[in-house]
C-alpha cells in the first residue's frame, strides 16, 4: 500500500511538472495546485485508547510537575519570610520605650524614727530599706508599707548622726558620719528561707568590720559629707568635717589566719588647704582620685597616689551651679546635674603627655528644672535624674539615650531608691508619702548610636567602634558596635574574592571555550567536587596547618604569589616559539597539562627559597622586619590565612556557574565571529564573553554571597579579634563567626542575646540586598547583549 502511494505521488509530481513544463494556461496551472494527494495512511491511530491514555498520564505528569515546582518555590519563599520575620520578632523588643506603673502609696513607714537618709531594696523589690536620721534601719513592704524589722544600728549614746554615704551598690555597705568625728560602717543582708514551701526574707543588719565607729577626724568635729570605697586591700574613708575640712583615711586590710577576721590599719592622708568650701566628695573606684565639688560650679581633683597632692581644678558648668554630684556604676564615670537641668558624664583620659585629665564625655536630655536627684543602677551604665519640679527621666550613658520621661510629682521630691535590679523604685514626696513604683526597661543599652557609630567608652582614650559583649564583672560596660564585626564580614569576604575571583573566572573561561571535550569532561567535576569538601575540615587545616606555614615561610608565599604568573607566561611564550612539528605533538585544548609542572616547580623554588631570601633582605625575620621597617603588625591567623582557605572554598561555586554561562554561548556566535576573520581573542572579549556576562556577574554574586556567610572558616582561621583594619596581616571577626562563638553562651531574652539576632538580621538583609542588586544589574546585561 505504501509502494503505490509513493508512485502514485511521484507519478502525480512527475504529470504536474509536465503541465508547467507545457506553457498551460495560469488558471489550468491554479486547477492542478489544488489537486489533493491520494491520503497517506500514518500507520498510527492517535485516536486509539491506548495513546489518549499516554496523553493524559502525560498531561497529568505535566500538571504535577508544574505544581510540585510552583509549591516548591513557594515554600521556599515562604520560608524565607518567616526566617526574617523570626529574626525581626527577636530584634523589635530592642528598640521598645521603657514604661512606669505607680503600683501602690502609703505613709512614710515608721515615720518617728526620723528623716530619711537613704532609700533602697532587695534583690527582689520586695522590701524596702529606709535608713534615718536617728540611726535606724527601717524595713518594710514595698507593697503595702508594713514595717517588717525596725533595727537600732550601733550608735554610741550621746553621738548623733551628721553624715552618710553608701560604696558601691553592689556591696551594699554603707557608713555613717558621727558628730564625735567618727564613722560606723555597716551592710544590709537578708535571708531567705522557706518555712512550709513558703518564702520568707529576713532583713539584718551586718558589721563586716566591728560594730565600733573607726575615727576619722581625731580633733571630733563631726563628719557632714563622707565617700566610701571598699575593696579586698584596703579601704578608704574620705569627710569633710563641721569646720569645712578634708580628712581621709585609708585603712589597710590584713587577715587573721586564726579566726578570719579583717584587721584594719589606719593611715591619714593630709591634704593641702582647699581652694573653695566643700560641698560634696567623691572617690574613684581604685581608691586614687578623690573630687571635691564646691558650692558653685568647681571641682578639685586629687592625686591619692602617695602622698595626696593636688592635680587640677575645673569648671563642670558653663556658669550653673553643680545641684548633684555621683558616680556611675564602676566608680569611673561622673555624674555632674546642675541648676539647668543638665546632667552630664565625665571621667579622666590620658592626653598626648599621658597624664591624666578629667574629660568632658557627654551630656543628656535637659529636665525643665535644677537636678535634685541621680540614682545610678546597680548592674547597668544607666541612671534616674530627677528635678526640683517632680520630672524624672531614665537615661542610659553608653547610648547617651532618653529612655523614659514622665512627671511623678508636682513638687520636688525628697528622695528615691532604685532596686538592685532596676525593675522597681521607691520614691519619698515632701508630705511624708511613699510611692512604689515598677519599671520596665528591659534594654536600655541599645541605640543607634551604640550600634553604628563611635562611642567614647570608659577608660578609653578617644571614640571608637568597639565590640566587647561581656567581662568578669559586673561594672563592666557592654560594648555592643556592629560596625567591627560588618566591617570583618566584608573584610574577609574582599580577600577571599581576590584570590578566587580572577582564578575562577579564568579557569572558567579557559575550560568553556578553549579545552579539549574529553579534558573539560573530567577537569569540571573535579573542580566542583571541591566544593564538596567540609568547610570545618577547611578551617581546620588553615588555622593548624596554613597559618603556621605561612608565618615560618612568608617571603615563600609572596614569591610564589609574584613567580607563578610569570612562570605561566614564560612558559606560554617559550612554547610559541618552538618549531611547530614540536607544538602539534600536543592535541589541540591539551597544552594546559603541561603548565602543571610549571606551577609545581615554581612552588618548590618559591618555598625552598624563603629562608634565604628572608636572611638576605628581612634580616631574619620578616615579621619583625614589617613591624619595625613599615609599622605592620603581623599576627599568625590572619586575612590572608582567610583569604586563601576561603578562596580556595569559593571557586567552585564561581567556576561552575561561569563555566556553564560561558559554555552555554551558542556555538554560531563564535563560529560566525571567527568566519568573519576575528581572532579567537577577539571573539572571546566581544562575543563569547559579552553574551555570557549575566551568567559571570551571577557567579561572582554568588560567590561573594557565599564568602560573606561563611562561618566555620573564618571562625577557625583568624584570631576573632573585632578591630578595624584593612591591614593583611590582621585578623577581623565577621558577624557569621560572632554569632556562632557568642550564640551558645549568651543568656536568652538578654540585650546580647538578642544584639546577636541583630547581627543575623544585619546579615540577611545584606545578603538579600546585594542579591537584589545582582539580579537587577543582571536583568539589565541580559537585555542588553542577550540579542548578540
Known amino acids: 500500500m505504501e509502494g503505490y502511494v509513493l508512485t502514485s505521488t511521484s507519478f502525480l509530481n512527475v504529470e504536474r511538472l509536465n503541465i508547467f513544463n507545457s506553457g498551460a494556461s495560469m488558471s489550468q496551472q491554479q486547477a492542478e495546485l489544488s489537486r489533493e494527494l491520494p491520503t497517506e495512511p500514518s500507520g498510527i491511530d492517535f485516536s486509539d485508547s491506548k495513546f489518549a491514555r499516554r496523553r493524559r498520564i502525560r498531561a497529568l505528569k505535566d500538571k504535577v510537575a508544574t505544581g510540585g515546582i510552583a509549591v516548591g518555590g513557594i515554600t521556599v519563599i515562604f520560608a524565607i519570610v518567616l526566617i526574617f520575620f523570626y529574626l525581626l520578632a527577636e530584634v523589635i523588643p530592642l528598640f521598645e520605650s521603657a514604661s512606669m506603673e505607680h503600683k501602690a502609696g502609703y505613709s512614710m513607714p515608721q515615720k518617728d524614727a526620723g528623716e530619711t537618709l537613704f532609700l533602697t531594696t532587695e534583690e527582689k523589690a520586695e522590701i524596702g530599706l529606709r535608713l534615718t536620721g536617728q540611726g535606724r534601719a527601717v524595713f518594710f513592704s514595698t507593697a503595702d508599707g508594713a514595717v517588717v524589722e525596725n533595727i537600732a544600728l550601733e550608735i554610741p549614746a550621746g553621738v548623733e548622726v551628721t553624715g552618710f554615704a553608701a560604696a558601691e551598690r553592689t556591696s ?15 551592710r544590709h543582708q537578708y535571708k531567705i528561707t522557706y518555712p512550709d514551701d513558703q518564702r520568707h526574707i529576713a532583713p539584718l543588719i551586718d558589721y563586716p568590720y566591728g560594730s565600733e565607729p573607726l575615727v576619722i577626724d581625731e580633733s571630733g568635729s563631726a563628719l557632714t559629707k563622707l565617700s566610701l570605697r571598699d575593696d579586698e586591700e584596703a579601704m578608704l574613708v574620705a569627710a569633710v568635717n563641721a569646720a569645712g575640712e578634708l580628712k581621709t583615711v585609708r585603712f589597710s586590710k590584713e587577715e ?33 582620685w578623690l573630687f571635691a565639688a564646691d558650692n558653685s560650679n568647681g571641682l578639685t581633683v586629687f592625686n591619692l597616689r602617695g602622698e595626696p597632692e593636688l592635680h587640677s581644678q575645673i569648671e563642670l558648668t558653663d556658669g550653673a551651679k553643680v545641684t548633684r554630684f555621683d558616680f556611675l556604676l564602676g566608680g569611673i564615670s561622673l555624674l555632674v546635674g546642675d541648676a539647668d537641668g543638665k546632667i552630664s558624664q565625665w571621667f579622666l583620659v590620658r592626653d598626648e603627655q599621658q597624664d591624666w585629665q578629667l574629660q568632658f564625655i557627654r551630656d543628656f536630655d535637659v529636665l525643665p528644672g535644677a537636678i535634685q536627684h541621680i540614682e545610678s543602677e546597680h548592674r547597668r551604665k544607666g541612671f534616674i535624674g530627677v528635678d526640683d519640679q517632680g520630672q524624672l527621666s531614665i537615661y542610659n550613658s553608653t547610648a547617651r539615650r532618653t529612655i523614659y520621661s514622665t512627671e511623678i510629682s508636682e513638687q520636688s521630691l525628697r528622695h528615691i531608691g532604685i532596686s538592685p535590679r532596676a525593675n522597681a523604685l521607691l520614691v519619698e514626696d515632701q508630705q511624708g508619702q511613699m510611692h512604689f513604683w515598677s519599671i520596665r526597661n528591659e534594654h536600655p543599652e541599645i541605640s543607634w548610636s551604640a550600634l553604628w557609630q563611635e562611642v567614647w567608652y570608659e577608660s578609653y582614650p578617644e571614640p571608637d567602634y568597639v565590640w566587647q559583649s561581656s567581662a568578669s564583672t559586673n561594672d563592666f560596660e557592654p560594648k555592643m558596635s556592629l560596625m567591627p564585626l560588618t566591617f570583618g564580614t566584608l573584610k574577609a569576604a574582599f580577600y577571599a574574592m581576590l584570590m578566587a575571583a580572577p582564578l575562577a573566572i579564568c579557569g572558567a573561561i579557559y575550560t568553556a571555550h578553549f579545552m579539549a571535550a574529553g579534558l573539560r569532561r573530567k577537569i569540571k567535576p573535579l573542580i566542583e567536587l571541591m566544593e564538596a569538601l567540609p568547610t570545618v575540615i577547611l578551617g581546620f ?31 606560554s611564550f617559550l612554547w610559541t616559539q618552538l618549531p611547530s612539528r614540536f607544538r602539534h605533538l600536543i592535541p589541540e585544548g591539551w597544552i594546559a597539562v603541561l603548565l602543571i609542572p610549571v606551577v609545581l616547580l615554581v612552588a618548590w623554588f618559591s618555598v625552598g627559597m624563603s629562608s634565604p631570601m628572608e636572611n638576605a633582605f628581612f634580616d631574619g625575620d620578616m615579621r619583625s622586619w614589617l613591624g619595625d621597617s613599615l609599622g605592620v603588625s603581623f599576627d599568625q591567623r590572619n586575612a590572608m590565612v582567610v583569604g586563601l582557605a576561603m578562596g580556595f572554598a569559593v571557586i567552585p561555586t564561581i567556576f561552575s556557574i561561569a563555566e556553564d554561562a560561558i559554555f552555554s ?23 563569547v564573553l559579552l553574551t555570557a556576562s549575566p551568567g559571570i556577574f551571577s557567579a561572582l554574586m554568588i560567590g561573594f554571597g557565599r564568602a560573606v556567610g561563611e562561618t566555620m572558616i573564618v571562625l577557625m582561621a583568624t584570631g576573632n579579634t573585632p578591630i578595624m583594619d584593612w591591614n593583611i596581616f590582621e585578623g577581623m571577626r565577621t558577624l557569621a563567626a560572632n554569632i556562632a562563638v557568642e550564640m551558645p553562651e549568651s543568656e536568652v531574652g538578654s540585650t546580647h542575646f538578642r544584639v546577636l539576632f541583630l547581627a543575623a538580621l544585619v546579615l540577611f538583609m545584606f545578603t538579600f540586598v546585594v542579591n537584589t542588586a545582582a539580579e537587577i544589574v543582571r536583568q539589565r546585561l541580559r537585555k542588553r547583549y542577550g540579542s548578540l
Open 256 to 288: 587573721d589566719f586564726i579566726n578570719e577576721e579583717v584587721m584594719l590599719e589606719p593611715e591619714t592622708l593630709d591634704f593641702p588647704p582647699l581652694p573653695q568650701a566643700v560641698e560634696d566628695l567623691a572617690v574613684s573606684i581604685d581608691q586614687r
Open 541 to 571: 587545616l588553615a588555622g593548624l596547618w596554613l597559618a603556621p606555614f605561612v608565618e615560618t615561610h612568608l617571603p615563600g608565599i609572596f614569591s610564589l604569589l609574584i613567580l607563578t604568573p610569570i612562570g605561566i607566561l614564560l612558559t
Open 665 to 687: 554561548v551558542p556555538r554560531h556566535l563564535s563560529n560566525g565571529s571567527l568566519a568573519l576573520g576575528a581572532t579567537p581573542w577577539q571573539t572571546l572579549t566581544r562575543v
Open 172 to 186: 551594699k555597705l554603707l557608713v555613717l558620719g558621727l558628730s564625735d568625728g567618727s564613722a560606723l560602717l555597716f
